[in-house]
């Protein structure tokens, strides 16, 4: 037997939900035709020390006291709503492609029948209905505003088909649809997830939904767009302490937010079931990655990353659990690199 007879070396899947940087503008919740584009502002402030100290610091109060006087000088970008708005738009638009039988990049021709059979059978079984439901409760709970949903008055998302002979719209009260879990019962949002499920299970189609989420958050509030990386130390923009994202000059969320936001559907994680450790639904991802807790819920100890489960599955192999064959198929629909290397 060759010695990669048995490897997919080569392997890789285009991404099928396809977001657009989010843009933000501001308006009236009773005049909401009317919207303005928000845009960033810069200021400059005077903060004061408030990280750890070294023992030999806190421990000296004379040390202490200097170390507090210094200014901490800061220059930032902010973004709020205008003095007569209450409202932020947040627009974007998210394709939908079909597909996913045909890897976009595979060397191995045995795997690639197997994986083909794989995905037949799974869209035969399931066709997609149980990933397309939570994809459109999270369009429809507004989960991609990130902190501007928290303490919103009222949220509404308005959904349209774009590029389609049989346009539909949907209108959904976010604030009604829990982002804790999928139990939903909305018939709006079955609606919603019939049209995604039949592109994920399609050959080649596609379906553009322009999406509109308005959130009343009070009068001249502020606004959080994504918060940029800047990995040129030398440009001058880096004197900021933080600098926020623009597109042509409107503040805006990037289109790996909001994609992430709509791909947080995985509770089949082990600890999604302990009251102690589960932090509700996270992102699909190969090792259940949450990067701002530092931590990886799925991993090859316990088998339950994707690699184990998918270099299973992909192979024509049944698993223990349809929810693991959900999570598999996610993270093709996420996208990515998975060839295996020679050892």
């Known amino acids: 037997m060759a010695k990669n007879e048995n490897k997919a070396s080569v392997l890789a899947f285009e991404k099928k939900l396809v977001a657009s940087d989010g843009y933000l503008f501001g308006t009236v919740w009773n005049e909401r035709e009317n919207v303005v584009p928000l845009r960033l502002k810069e200021k400059s402030v005077r903060g004061t020390i408030s990280n750890r100290l070294k023992p030999a610091i806190k421990n000296d109060p004379v040390k202490l006291n200097a170390e507090v006087e210094k200014p901490n000088l800061q220059t930032v970008d902010s973004c709020a709503l205008g003095q007569d708005q209450d409202t932020l738009k947040l627009q974007f638009t998210l394709k939908v492609l079909g597909g ?34 939570r994809y459109a409760t999270n369009i429809a709970n507004g989960r991609y505003l990130w902190r501007n949903r928290i303490g919103s008055e009222k949220v509404e998302v308005q959904v349209q088909t774009l590029n389609t002979d049989s346009p539909q719209t949907w209108v959904f009260d976010a604030t009604k649809i829990s982002t804790k879990d999928f139990t939903n019962s909305d018939e709006n949002i079955n609606s919603l997830a019939k049209r995604i499920s039949d592109v994920l299970s399609s050959d080649n189609d596609s379906l553009i939904l322009e999406i509109d989420c308005f959130a009343k958050i009070g009068k001249a509030q502020e606004v959080y767009p994504s918060e ?10 880096s004197k900021k302490s933080k600098i926020l994202y623009s597109v042509d000059d409107i503040a805006a969320l990037h289109s790996q937010k909001i994609g992430n936001a709509i791909r947080t559907i995985d509770t089949w994680y082990p600890a999604f079931s302990d009251a ?3 932090v509700g639904p996270i992102a699909i991802e190969p090792y259940g990655a949450v990067t701002n807790l530092g931590k990886a819920y799925r991993t090859p100890k316990d088998k339950q990353d994707f690699y184990t489960l998918f270099d299973k599955y992909g192979w024509g192999n049944a698993l223990d659990r349809v929810e693991d064959e959900h999570y598999v198929m996610a ?13």
């Open 228 to 237: 940029e990386l800047v990995m040129d130390k030398g440009n001058a923009k």
């Open 100 to 133: 996913l039988e045909r890897p976009s990049a595979c060397n191995n021709d045995t795997f690639r029948s197997n994986y083909k059979k794989v995905v037949r059978d799974y869209i035969e079984k399931e066709g997609f209905k149980e990933l397309s439901m």
């Open 331 to 343: 993270v093709l629909v996420r996208g990515g690199v998975f060839g295996e290397g020679d050892e």
């Open 276 to 278: 102690e450790e589960s």
